[in-house]
T-cell receptor, first 111, second 116 residues
Framework: GENVEQHPSTLSVQEGDSAVIKCTYSDSASNYFPWYKQELGKGPQLIIDIRSNVGEKKDQRIAVTLNKTAKHFSLHITETQPEDSAVYFCAASRLSYKLIFGSGTRLLVRP | DGGITQSPKYLFRKEGQNVTLSCEQNLNHDAMYWYRQDPGQGLRLIYYSQIVNDFQKGDIAEGYSVSREKKESFPLTVTSAQKNPTAFYLC???????????????FGPGTRLTVL
């Protein structure tokens, strides 16, 4: 069935460094790929998304890249700050009503 | 102030009791969802509803029930048949329409249910 694998499960970086989180999806018909940030005890918040007709999208310090051939997409955070520390989830969808989530990456930005 | 509200934030129940979690939205969204989140795991879909008076089972519907009598409300009941109900429950909604811009789901703050 549909599956999204996310790596790494934990990531620790020094403040100012870059962080990269990668996801691989199984359904080649997937066409929508959002990324969510979840802070402790709160609901996930959408931070960026990309569609299958685009290879890269950037929003300030955050960027997402998509490789449809390899069926993987990545989240890139540059100039990390302590407030970037959270759990990040990727997701994939081919039907507008259903998202398949990765297992999450706990990012720790050390001051 | 628009958004998705879930209440209560924390909920404690004794084993064998049914419990209902509230989810309300004033965003005029048609579709609503319930997810379960366990430590170290992603979000798993319990139920979803694309329109009033209609809902579908997700991947882990056993032991749960829902209703969708109003567009704004999508309550989730965790029944005594759910074998391991302790978890963080998240409600989400999606804007109406079939355009690509309506794929995004927006989440509420969640309810942490602990069954003693």
């Amino acid at each position: 069935g549909e599956n999204v694998e996310q790596h790494p499960s934990t990531l620790s970086v020094q403040e100012g460094d870059s962080a990269v989180i990668k996801c691989t999806y199984s359904d080649s018909a997937s066409n929508y790929f959002p990324w969510y940030k979840q802070e402790l005890g709160k609901g996930p918040q959408l931070i960026i998304d990309i569609r299958s007709n685009v290879g890269e999208k950037k929003d300030q310090r955050i960027a997402v890249t998509l490789n449809k051939t390899a069926k993987h997409f990545s989240l890139h955070i540059t100039e990390t700050q302590p407030e970037d520390s959270a759990v990040y989830f990727c997701a994939a969808s081919r039907l507008s009503y259903k998202l398949i989530f990765g297992s999450g990456t706990r990012l720790l930005v050390r001051p | 102030d628009g958004g998705i509200t879930q209440s209560p934030k924390y909920l404690f129940r004794k084993e064998g009791q049914n419990v209902t979690l509230s989810c309300e939205q004033n965003l005029n969204h048609d579709a609503m969802y319930w997810y379960r989140q366990d430590p170290g795991q992603g979000l798993r879909l319990i139920y979803y509803s694309q329109i009033v008076n209609d809902f579908q089972k997700g991947d882990i519907a056993e032991g749960y029930s829902v209703s969708r009598e109003k567009k704004e409300s999508f309550p989730l009941t965790v029944t005594s048949a759910q074998k391991n109900p302790t978890a963080f429950y998240l409600c989400a909604s999606r804007p109406p329409g079939l355009r690509s811009s309506t794929d995004t789901q927006y989440f509420g703050p969640g309810t942490r249910l602990t069954v003693l």
